[in-house]
Structure formats: C-alpha cells, structure tokens
C-alpha cells in the first residue's frame, strides 16, 4: 500500500515530508501556495488543473519537470501521472514544462547532510524534513543525486488523480451522474452505458472548477503502468534517430558560434589579433568573451575553424598547474589544520591502533572528465527586456538567474526552454556555456545565436570531478577486522560549484567523505575523516558524485583488511553489517556470483559494496588473465530501491552505471600540464569498449523500505570490485586509478 495512500490539498501542495518539530525557520513561507505557471496566459476553455497537467484544444499536456539526460527520467515523470490520470502515453505531449519554484526539488539537499541514510532518529527525520523545507524556499529547480522519482513519486501520482477526480467532478456536474457511476479510461469519462467524454471536452468546465483535492491513491496491486515494463517514451525516436537534442535546435535566421577560450583553467586573455580568421568564408564576426574569443559564422564547421586561426595572449592559469604539484597538494593536507569532517568516530581509534601490527595504504584516484557524447551547445537569442534560450540543462532556474544578473534583464523575462540533452554524468549541473553564448548575444541583438563547442573546448573547459588520495590504517584481531582508520583528502566540490552558482555554501563538504562516512558496519574502532584541499582546478558533481572515486577508496581497504585476517570478503561484510537491506544485497550478489565457488586457474573474483545516495549496491566482478591481458568475463549486481518503477530501465541504468564505471577505473584521467587538461579527445580519455563489455547481471530488491533513485548508486562499487577481482586473479594489490596504469586489459 502507498506510505500516502490518501492525501490533501495541503499536503500536495507544500509537500510529502513531514515536518518534526525544531523547524520554525521560514514555516509561513513554506506553507504558502506556490503559484502555478501554467495559468499564465491559458486560453478560455483550456485548464491547468495542477502545475503537472494542462489540457487544452491541442491535448493533454504533462509536465515532467526532472531534465532528462539520458536516464529516461521524463519518461518516469510521465508514466507516475499516467498511472493516475488515466491516459495512453502515446496520446499526449510531454514537457519539461518553464522554470518555476512550484517545480522544486525536496529531495536532493539530504545528500548535503551529515544524515546516514541508515538512521531513523529524531534529528534525521527533522533534517530530511528540513531539505524539502529548503527546497520550496529557495526554489530549487534541479536535477541530479538520484532524486527524480524519490522526489516526485507523490507528487506526480497525486497530480495525475488530483486532475482525474477534478475531470470526474465535471462529468458529474454535466451529466447528473453519480461519481461512482462513471469512470477514467484512456483520457475520457466513461459512462454507464458506454459513452465516452473526453477530457479535452470537459476542461473548460474544470477550469472553472476547484481542484477536487481529496483524493486516493491507487494501491500498487491496481497499477497498469508502475513497477511493470515500460515503453520508454524516448525509445522509439532515439531508436529511429529522430529525436530531437539540444545541439539539434534551428531556427530561422539563425547563425552559428563557438569559442576559443584560455585553454589554461582560470587563465585571463590579455589580447588577440583577428586579422586571419576575419577573412576566411563565412565569417561573420570575431567577438570578444569572457576568458577569450568567439567566432560567429554561415556554420558551425566554418567556425571551428576560424576560431583556431585567432591568435590570442593567454595569461597563466592561477592554479597549481601540473598533476605532480597538485597530488602533492593533496598530500600535504593530511593535517589537522585542514580537517573539514570526521562524522564517523566509533570506539577509540588512535589507541586501538597504538601498538601492534597495524596494516597501512594509500590510494590515488585522478581528475575525471564528463565527456557526455553530445558537448555544449545552447541557442540564444536576446531582444530588448528579453532572452530566450534553448538548451538541455538540469539548474534552469540558476541558470535564469545567472543570465539575468549577467544582462541586467529581469529573471521573468528571461525564458529557458529545456531540451533534451545527450548525456550529462553532471556536466549540465554548470552553465558556463550558456554564459558565453550570451555574452554573444548582446553583441548581436535581434540574431538568434546558435553555439557549440568543439570537443577539445569541451574536454578542456570542462569542471572535473576532483582528484583524492586516501590514507588507510588497520588492525585485525583474531580473523576480524577489528579497527579502521580512513582518511581521504580532496577539493571541495560544493565550494567551487556552489561559488559559480552564486549559492552560499557552510559547513564541511559531504562529498569529500560520501560513501565513505556511512556505511553499515559495525567495526568495533571505526573512524572516517575529511580533509579539504585548498582550491585548485574547479571542480565540480560527476556521476555519483563523491562516492564515485571513495568507493574504491573504502573498499579496496576493506578487501585488504579481509585478506590480513584471512576472513572470506563477504562472509566479513556480512558479520560486521547492521542494515538489513544491505545485507540483503550482500546475500543476493554472493547468490547470484556463486561466491565461493572455484574459479579456473588465472581467474578472481572480486566483491565490493557502498551505500550512496541512501541505495546500498553490492557488485562482483569476474576476470581471467588472457595473453592479451586481463579480460572482465562478468559482473554481478545487486541493488535495494525500495520499489522497482520500470524493470527494463532499471536494469539499463545499473548496467549502463557498471559500464561507466568500470570504463573510468580502467582508461580514465584528466592530467594537467602549466593549468591544461593533456586529454582533450575521446582517443586519449577512452570509455570501455563495446569488446570488453562482459556480462552483466542485475537484481533488483523490493524489500519495502524507502523509495530510491539507481541512476548513480551503481557506479561506486565498479572500480573497487575490479581492483579486488584483479588482485584474486593475480596477487596484485592495485591502489591508484585508472587500473591501466598498472595492469594491461584485454
């Protein structure tokens, strides 16, 4: 049965978190009715129920707010309402709908919070309350830690019978009907004797209803559509190669743009000579930007190449600028001066580990890249006292906010149309792209402007994901691991991000100890510690975020703990687990993997586990040694979301997740010379190819517990688990990424 089976007006509106006591900061406000932007200009006769549902002469209409970036989450929005409102997917249109406050995320500043997803106190349950609280206050628009459905799952099914039983109501009025005389099929009223009313025939007078906000949500035993499997509404364009990205966008009169900037992160231009690029075919412009130049032309290749015939005076970039330095940097900030969290501090530590034999590492992960396949592009245009922009973004109301301060043009008046985007991994959680493109435009006035960056501009503007070492201490005691000692040292991610969002940020940064801090063990002496590097290259979220590179920072110690005891990796996790839906994936992985099993000579198996984004997963990787290298034969997944919305994408986001994440520890780093990111092209920053692919295997559990989002919390264990199946297979302990460096694959 749903955990909000029947909800009120007030609830919908303000939001499904409750609200425990201490949070008085801010309540008025919270509780105040968000306007609905649907309303704004709706023609007579036409009806916008709830901001997720507008019916008018051309159709049902949902809004499915969360950006789309491959994950198919506007495919999820729209089946939630669906289930509800009663309507064919492949009859109505689908939006992301305009940047509104209504359309707040509730969800995702939890990840910001020193809470364990394990923990059910009083002050965990205040703080999670106080996320949503924060997110209707401050209208945060976003997309990102997993957050789609958590967030939206009641909301949107409550839209969707909310706008239903508001429909029905009309019926009733129209007809004389009793309301259980009729019903909702297939986006009509169905009569008694068969008569149909289509909601588009009943909107005029639904609109001049008041929404009927008592209502009850179906139980999960009546679904058509949830937790059953699913046409991805995105499937059949992007199987047909119709569908529509960003960088797809045209209009008439449209030119085309791209940029040169300083190819030194932070670096400043000082001058530039034009003379050469200004005189090749269709050029149109050479303008100045922040950092640099752009070029303007009859296309987008001609640009490209002009652009590189500028020739432009850098300045230094003012960061540590070679990845020797920064790594020391890194290293250097192991002091106390430094130390930014230390939220987990079990038993004594310092003197379980005073004496005796005490196992050490230290571990490295690098700088990583977005490289999402389609790069940065947005089409703007501006007029006087207006912008409008086309463009996949996951901030739209940041990024209207940015563009106002940087126009000087009033935040309504500047229009963002969200498109879909190809690929993200976090990278449209930034709007620098959009920012030149502007600067662009008020040099153009009237002329749509249509920017793409090259993939160089690309690779080397990017934000990365921070590079981290980690200093390890152990002890085992009587086939036990019996203290554990992690402390990891990286770049804040919040403060570099949040700065360029113009966000205030307090506090320790949780991503330097994410997926570290909180997993479910009970080692009898366990201490994780955050130290924050000064500032170096920008950083920003990438897949997973921190948990992405200290998944392979925890586990791979904690496999080297298992084998210093000489205990069995799982049958360890399992004894020291105190939560029940991680152990239940630990149990299903080794199920599934046959742990224990043996394995042919030059083969390993290896086991890792994080808990990020409140979804524990559970991976087993397979190798075998091949004269060609090492070969990955298959991976085992086993992942607790409470309920599985749509079973094939849910199998898709975990191995798609796997890929990734295996492709990054094997290939994967930015380096940096004098401030440049030396990879600047797919040839020198490789994925995992389609031939290295292995097997993968996915279970997912519904043990009835909280609802979660899977579209990161696959990726952390990948690394560690293939580090541990190599050392299985060959008896070498990897404790630096990317794995190439120290293995060949095959």
């Known amino acids: 049965m749903s955990r909000l089976r029947t909800i009120t007006r007030r609830s919908f509106i303000v939001g499904s978190a409750a609200i425990v006591g201490g949070v008085a900061f801010g309540t008025y406000l ?8 649907l309303l704004e200009g709706l023609p007579p006769g036409a009806a916008a129920i709830t901001p997720y549902v507008k019916i008018d002469a051309s159709g049902v209409t949902l809004i499915t707010p969360r950006a789309d970036v491959g994950q198919g989450a506007y495919s999820i929005q729209a089946h939630m309402i669906a289930e509800e409102l009663d309507v064919d997917l492949d009859t109505v249109q689908i939006t992301p709908g305009p940047p509104s406050p209504v359309y707040y995320n509730g969800v995702v500043g939890v990840e910001a919070m020193p809470i364990a997803a394990t923990s059910e106190t009083l002050l965990a349950r205040t703080g999670r309350g106080a996320s949503d609280v924060a997110g209707k206050l401050l209208g945060l628009q976003l997309t990102g830690g997993s957050s789609t459905v958590p967030d939206m799952y009641d909301r949107l099914r409550m839209a969707g019978a909310v706008a239903r039983e508001t429909l029905l109501a009309a019926a009733v009025a129209q007809t004389g009907l009793d309301r259980d005389q009729l019903k909702t099929e297939a986006g009509a009223v169905v009569l008694p004797d068969g008569m149909r009313l289509a909601y588009q025939d009943l909107a005029a007078a639904a609109a001049e209803m008041d929404p009927v906000t008592e209502v009850t949500l179906r139980d999960p035993s009546e679904w058509r559509h949830l937790g059953k499997t699913q ?74 190449q002009a652009v590189q015939a500028v020739d432009c005076d850098w300045v230094p970039s003012p960061y540590i600028g070679d990845t020797a330095a920064q790594f020391e940097a890194v290293a250097e900030s192991f002091t106390d ?81 969200v498109l879909m985007s190809g690929g993200s991994f976090g990278r449209r959680l930034e709007d620098d792209y959009t920012l030149r493109a502007v600067e662009v435009a008020q040099q153009m006035p009237g002329t749509p402007i249509k920017m793409v960056w090259s993939r160089d501009e690309d690779f080397t503007h990017d934000f990365p994901r921070p590079l981290a070492m980690a200093r390890a201490r ?51 002496d366990y201490r994780v510690t955050g130290h924050r590097v000064p500032a170096m290259v920008p950083v920003s979220s990438w897949r997973s975020v921190g948990a992405s590179g200290n998944g392979f920072l925890h586990e791979s110690f904690m496999d080297e703990m298992c084998h210093a005891a000489g205990v069995d990796p799982l049958e360890e996790r399992l004894r020291l687990c105190t939560h029940a839906p991680s152990r239940g994936v630990l149990e299903a992985v080794g199920e599934m993997a046959d742990w224990g099993a043996d394995l042919a000579p030059g083969q390993g198996r290896g086991l890792a586990f994080c808990l990020s984004f409140g979804v524990p997963v559970a991976e087993v990787v397979e190798v075998s040694q091949t004269d060609a290298g090492l070969k990955i034969d298959r991976v085992f997944v086993a992942a607790e979301v409470g309920r599985v919305m749509d079973p094939v994408n849910f199998e898709a986001q975990l191995s798609g997740a796997v890929i990734w994440g295996l492709g990054h520890a094997m290939n994967c780093e930015l380096t940096y010379r004098d401030g440049v990111p030396q990879q600047d092209n797919y040839h020198l920053y490789e994925g995992l190819r389609l031939y290295q ?18 579209g990161e919390p ?28 120290s293995v060949d694959f095959a």
């Open 474 to 524: 152990g002890k085992v005691s009587e086939g036990q691991i019996a203290a554990y000692d992690l402390a990891i040292a990286a770049p804040s991610t919040a403060e570099s991000q949040m700065a360029r969002l113009n966000q205030p940020v307090f506090g320790p940064d949780i991503a330097i100890v994410a997926g570290a801090w909180d997993q479910p063990f009970a080692i009898p």
């Open 30 to 37: 919270y509780k105040r009715d968000l306007k609905n932007p």
């Open 693 to 710: 692919t292995p097997k993968i295997e996915v279970r997912g559990l519904e043990n009835g517990g909280k609802l979660r989002g899977i």
């Open 337 to 417: 001066d430094r130390q930014d969290s230390r939220f987990r501090d079990d038993g004594d530590v310092s003197a379980a580990l005073s004496d005796g034999e005490v196992l050490q590492a230290e571990y490295r992960i690098p700088y990583l890249a977005h490289a999402p396949l389609e790069p940065m592009s947005v089409v703007v245009k501006l007029e006087k006292g207006r912008v409008d922009i086309w463009t996949g973004t996951q901030i739209p109301r940041f990024m209207q906010a940015n563009v106002a301060a940087l126009t000087g043009i009033d935040a309504e008046n500047v229009h963002i149309h």
């Open 231 to 304: 046409m991805r509404t995105d499937i059949l364009p992007k199987s047909t190669g119709t569908q529509t990205y960003g960088i797809d966008m045209a209009m008439e009169g449209m030119v085309y743009a791209t940029t040169r900037t300083n190819p030194a992160q932070g670096g400043d231009i000082m001058g530039f000579d034009a003379g050469r690029a200004e005189k090749m075919r269709g050029v149109q412009a050479v303008l100045p930007i922040t950092g640099g130049v752009a070029v303007v032309a009859d296309n987008t290749w001609r640009a490209f």
């Open 714 to 741: 696959g990726v952390p264990p990948a690394a560690p688990a293939l580090a541990n199946a190599i050392f299985a297979a060959t008896g070498q302990r990897i404790r630096e990424l990317p794995l190439s460096k």
